[in-house]
């Protein structure tokens, strides 16, 4: 059997811009065969044109610990010395991303691994924090959107690791739901973007504890109370910054959840607003 057809004439018909999805994943669903069997197969069937973007955080943590390297973390980043930015290149380039694209390909979905060095396409320097020193950590500069266009309009499903560089040979690691936010930013000049983060609980809790404390609707006024009061908190809110500035940049329409709301347009998840 030939791979799913993604082929659309054009990206852009006079002013009518054709929908984009942009799907990130995280490290609880590539870590269970079987939801990643099941997510892999959704998004196998979205229409359209169509994007991956996936983490592995927890993969890389378990393959460093076991070659005796000691992770640190800073407010949900990861520090990167030379030795783990070889670890992290390794799982989130190498293993992950091969496997998702093999997968998908089973699924007859023309899927292709990128990093952010290949064809350039997203171009990233190194980050200078005041205080901090996170290593070979990467900071989103430029999206080679021409050819991301190229290559989706050509059929091409893309699939993003969280490795960009910075065009002297040097690879960075890159927190993955940023890189989705960019993707979606740089491509809305192009497409009506989606931007979809699927990860393990049906939306953002007012409760960590408890998935059926969903907030269905996250403004910005309601999201600075949210931290005010340490509702929403660590994690949750680079992921939701990330977020805000892509709607105010020209996404269209950002959810948060399970990835069960991919095919269930009733399932219950998180809106992101301005």
Do not use: W
Not at 76 to 101: F, S
Not at 232 to 255: A, E, T, W, Y
């Amino acid at each position: 059997m030939s791979p799913k057809p993604n082929v659309i004439p054009s990206a852009v018909e006079g002013q009518n811009r054709k929908p984009l999805s942009i799907i990130k994943i995280g490290g609880n669903i590539i870590d269970n065969p079987t939801e990643l069997a099941q997510f892999l197969s959704d998004f196998s069937n979205i229409e359209g044109y169509k994007i991956l973007v996936h983490g592995g955080g927890k993969s890389a943590t378990k393959m460093a610990q076991s070659i005796g390297l000691t992770p640190q973390m800073i407010d949900g980043r990861r520090i990167t010395d030379q030795p783990m930015l070889d670890v992290v290149v390794m799982i989130y380039a190498g293993e992950i991303n091969k496997n998702i694209v093999a997968q998908l390909q089973a699924n007859n979905t023309n899927a292709m691994g990128f990093s952010g060095a290949d064809g350039n396409l997203i171009q990233s320097t190194k980050r200078n924090h005041p205080t901090i020193d996170y290593g070979f950590v990467g900071d989103v500069q430029k999206v080679n959107t021409p050819l991301l266009e190229t290559l989706i309009s050509n059929g091409i499903v893309p699939v993003f690791c969280a490795i960009t560089h910075d065009k002297k040979g040097q690879l960075l690691n890159t927190n993955a739901d940023t890189i989705a936010s960019e993707l979606a930013i740089a491509a809305s000049e192009v497409f009506e973007v989606t931007l979809n983060y699927c990860f393990e609980k049906p939306g953002v809790l007012y409760d960590a504890e408890d998935d059926s404390s969903v907030i269905e609707n996250i403004n910005q006024e309601l999201y600075s109370k949210l931290k005010a009061e340490k509702a929403i908190h660590s994690g949750m809110i680079p992921k939701l910054d990330n977020c805000f500035n892509s709607l105010s940049k020209g996404v269209q329409k950002i959810r948060i959840g399970h990835h069960r709301m991919l095919k269930d347009k009733t399932a219950i998840c998180t809106s992101i607003q301005l």
